[in-house]
């Protein structure tokens, strides 16, 4: 399996309605899979389907990264609760190469998703782990992690972001 290409900010799939997977046929795995493959060729520890310029709400997420861990797959993931305290962490995208920003964000969430055979799951996670499924999920919901950057911040990347999105509109 190849690896599949990377969607950079400014082509219109990262910012597309995004549907729910209904049916869990042997594609999905493959699909899954093949994002796995993409995300550790591209060195980056969270991938959402819209970033390989597929609709559907499947995200992959390096899980315990700081112990090694894994990579887990998430289908049709929905945060439903997060606590009241927050962090601000620095983040970048394998679909805005080139940028990173301090985003806030809550330290601990609880997600309902459902597993490769469709089963729903409903579970906690903190620190890394969540932020990492915030961003994913975001991505599920036409939302890049520039979006959630001070005002000051996006002033000063105004130039950069323009010239990627100027550089995917053509590519
Ligand atoms: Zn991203």
Redesign the pocket.
């Given at each position: 399996m190849d690896p599949m290409e990377i969607m950079t900010i400014g082509k219109k799939v990262l910012r597309e309605e995004t549907e729910k997977v209904q049916e869990f046929g042997q594609d999905i795995p493959e699909f899954i899979e093949n994002m796995k493959i993409t995300m550790v060729e591209s060195n980056?520890i969270?991938?959402?389907a819209p970033?390989v310029g597929d609709s559907r709400k499947i995200i992959t997420v390096h899980y315990d990264l700081e112990k090694k861990g894994k990579i887990i797959e998430m289908i049709n993931p929905e945060i439903i609760s997060f606590c009241d305290e927050n962090e601000k962490s620095e983040?970048?995208?394998?679909?805005?190469p080139g940028i990173t920003g301090m985003v806030e964000r809550p330290l601990e969430i609880e997600v309902r998703y459902q597993d490769i055979d469709g089963n729903e799951h409903v579970r906690e996670f903190s620190g890394l782990n969540a932020r990492i499924i915030q961003?994913?999920v975001?991505?599920l919901n036409k939302t890049?992690?520039v979006d959630r950057l001070s005002y000051a911040k996006r002033l000063m990347i105004k130039n950069k972001l323009r010239k990627l999105e100027e550089k995917a509109r053509q590519g």
């Open positions: 980056g969270g991938l959402a970033q983040e970048g995208c394998l679909s805005v961003h994913e975001d991505h890049l992690f």
